[in-house]
Every structure is written in structure tokens, then in C-alpha cells.
């Protein structure tokens, strides 16, 4: 088990870099087809399944699935650790089945594990519950699984970007880190220096409350005009911010998903017409 876990990490890994969509850290989606985005997820593995099913990948090879933020969430253990790392090992497995198809964005979440940061949810601190549940059932073979992990969140993807000028990423730069945020992250290897404060990949996956003036600047920079993120948290499932972003969240009973046709324009307004109750889907 041990062994074949830290397989599957390696091989997700190799499955997220050798991606036919990616190009440095971004993919980079065909003019045709339909896009599903997810928002956090957080080991939510009803939504995963039902996500899973409405994609209906098999019978749909122009689909492609965003998923963000597995980590950190649901299930847990009698101790009360938390188990959602299992619920990424299926997301991987998803992946390998579809690689050209199913693409997961780095988190915040995912940096916390690589750094073994603290990240609150709910009242507890997720790397830890996450971290003894894994030793609770690898035991003296957890060092190696949690490398293999490592391995494989550091190969996730930073953003997806659409031929509509839709650009779908965990989150932005908050407005006090604009000025030294390097977009030129998108295009090299990224480290796990850069992964923590202050460096560009932290700032991209923690920022919040983006102000007009930020997400208009970062519009232009990035050659886009809406946004799609994740990261901040939406009781109702999800929300338009400002003039040119949507947020979804999909880890709680009103959580949703978004879709929209890549030959299509949006602005935000049109694309929120695609929002999709996670409840409604049976």
C-alpha cells in the first residue's frame, strides 16, 4: 500500500508536467469544448463523484475539468485526522484516466503542506490533522509518501488560461502585493521558495479582496478579461466580485461548479449563467 501510494503521487505528478495543454505553468485550452471549474474542494468526495459523473469525460473527450484545493477537509479519522489526502490519490487516478482533460491548480492548502505551514479551517489546523493521519496509517513508510506528495502538488499547474480571455487560477495577488508579483512564474519551473512569503506563487495562491483597480491591472497584464477563482469563501456557493471576477466554492452543501463554452465570449455577467447548484445535480 505504502509503495503503491507513493507511485501513484510520482505518476501524477509526471501526468500533471508532461500535461498536452501546459505550457510553463499555465494550460492553455483549445477554441472549442466545454470547461467544468471547481472550486475548493476540501475532501469533499460526494461533490467529487457527482463532479465526476456530470463530466461524463468517457462520452465527452472536448471536456475539460478544473479542479482546485482537494486538500484539507471531510472524512477523518477516529483520532479525528484528517483524510482527504485519499480523496486526492482518486483525483489523481481521474487524472491518469483523462490526462489531456482533467487539470488540478495549485492551492494555498497545497503550499502549506509543502512548507508544513500552519492553515486553519474550521477551528483546526489542517497540516497537522492531515499529517498524523497519514503516519497513523503509513507508519515508518510516511517520510517517503509524504516526498511522493510533495513531488506531485509541486507539479500542479498555476492557472488555466482560455482562448475567450477567461482566466481561471486559486486565487490573485492581493492588491498590496501587486507591485512585486513576477508574472514571469507562469513561465519557469517554480521552487518551494517560491512557494512561501513573500515570493510570487504565495502571493498568487493566498491573495484576497482584490480590489477594481488590482484585478483591471492584472486583467491587462495577463491579457485576459474575467476572472474565475477560488480561495475566498462563498456561503452561497459562489459570487461576482467587481466588474470582472467570479469565485466559486464547492466543498459545503450550497457549493457549485461553473461551465462555459470555450467558443463563446463572456463577460462576467454571461458567465455566471453558468453556475451549476451542486445540489441540482442528482
Known amino acids: 500500500m505504502p509503495q503503491q501510494t507513493k507511485q501513484l503521487y510520482l505518476k501524477g505528478a509526471e501526468a500533471n508536467y508532461i500535461d498536452p495543454c501546459r505550457q510553463g505553468n499555465v494550460i492553455y485550452l483549445p477554441d472549442q469544448g466545454r470547461v467544468i471549474v471547481v472550486g475548493d474542494l476540501h475532501g469533499h468526495r460526494r461533490h467529487f463523484e457527482k463532479i465526476v459523473d456530470y463530466a461524463d469525460l468517457e462520452n465527452h473527450p472536448e471536456t475539460h475539468v478544473i479542479f482546485q484545493e482537494i486538500l484539507h477537509g471531510g472524512p477523518e479519522d477516529k483520532y479525528g485526522g484528517c483524510l482527504s489526502y485519499r480523496l486526492l490519490l482518486d483525483a489523481i487516478r481521474y487524472k491518469l484516466l483523462y490526462p489531456g482533460q482533467v487539470h488540478t491548480l495549485l492551492g494555498n492548502h497545497d503550499t502549506a503542506v509543502i512548507n508544513e505551514g500552519s492553515v486553519i479551517k474550521n ?17 515508518e513508510h510516511y517520510d517517503q509518501v509524504q516526498q511522493a506528495l ?7 499547474p498555476l492557472s488555466v488560461k482560455c482562448p475567450n480571455k477567461i482566466w481561471i487560477s486559486h486565487s490573485l495577488p492581493a492588491d498590496r502585493d501587486l ?9 519557469r519551473p517554480y521552487t518551494v521558495a517560491d512557494t512561501r512569503r513573500p515570493h510570487s506563487v504565495y502571493q498568487l495562491t493566498w491573495g484576497r479582496h482584490h480590489s477594481a483597480e488590482t484585478l483591471n491591472r492584472l486583467a491587462q497584464k495577463l491579457e485576459v478579461d474575467v476572472f474565475v477563482l477560488g480561495h475566498q469563501p462563498q456561503d452561497e456557493g459562489w459570487c461576482i466580485a467587481g466588474d470582472n471576477a467570479l469565485i466559486l466554492a464547492s466543498e459545503h452543501s450550497h457549493g457549485c461548479i461553473l461551465t462555459f463554452d470555450l467558443s463563446r465570449y463572456y463577460n462576467v455577467q454571461l458567465l455566471s449563467e453558468g453556475v451549476v447548484p451542486l445540489a441540482s445535480i442528482l
Do not use: C, H, P, W
Open 123 to 139: 477551528g483546526k489546523e489542517m497540516t497537522a490533522a492531515m499529517r498524523e493521519a497519514m503516519k497513523r496509517q503509513y507508519k
Open 150 to 156: 510533495v513531488q506531485y502538488l509541486m507539479s500542479q
Open 179 to 187: 507591485n512585486t508579483f513576477d508574472t514571469g512564474i507562469f513561465n
